[in-house]
């Protein structure tokens, strides 16, 4: 059983940073690709950023390259999204996901409870 806890949304101004974290547990952690995805209201939930167990590899959506950066510590179990240049799009209940690598929302085995950020203009 995959245990996934996020921390660290908020509100924050338009071209702001705010980094969220998500801790994780369980078994085979290890092996999992770890990721974030968001659901704006009334929009799908879409991803955001993925990457491997490793860290070696990552993939992010075209609305955030450049803008925002994932990593993992693999010794803290814990994957981080750094958001930069903050847009008011960006406004969503971002969630930490766990799965096989590529993870995409319908390989996703494990949703973690999801952090409101909240991006003013």
């Known amino acids: 059983q995959v245990q996934l806890v996020e921390s660290g949304g908020g509100l924050v101004q338009a071209g702001g940073s705010l980094r969220v974290s998500c801790a994780a547990s369980?078994?085979?952690?290890?092996?999992?690709?770890l990721g974030w995805f968001r659901q704006a209201p009334g929009k799908e939930r879409e991803s955001v950023a993925i990457i491997s167990w490793r860290g070696s590899n990552t993939y992010y959506s075209d609305s955030v390259k450049g803008r925002f950066t994932i990593s993992r510590d693999i010794a803290k179990n814990t994957v981080y999204l750094q958001m930069n240049t903050l847009k008011p799009e960006d406004t969503a209940v971002y969630y930490c996901a766990v799965g096989p690598w590529p993870l995409r929302l319908i390989n996703v085995n494990a949703w973690g409870q999801g952090t409101l950020v909240t991006v003013s203009p």
């Open positions: 369980g078994r085979h952690i290890h092996t999992y690709a």
